[in-house]
């Protein structure tokens, strides 16, 4: 089947060190910042888990 559309550029093909350079890029960051980057972390996600809590509360009280 033949196409009028022109197919374009062929995709590229991944890194195969792509994977590496990431884990030793979150290596690198895990060593600087150490537990407390990981509790940064933790307290962000829980912060955020909280106001969607607080927002779906009003929501209810509201409606």
Known sequence: ????FP???SPRLPDPDSH???HDVNAR???TEGI????RQV???VIAVAVI???V???KWIF
């Open 53 to 55: 809590v607080l927002f």
């Open 1 to 4: 089947m033949n196409s009028s």
């Open 7 to 9: 197919s374009g550029p």
């Open 29 to 31: 960051k895990l060593h």
């Open 20 to 22: 590496k350079a990431n």
């Open 36 to 39: 407390t980057g990981f509790w």
């Open 43 to 45: 307290t962000d996600l």
């Open 57 to 59: 509360f009003i929501l």
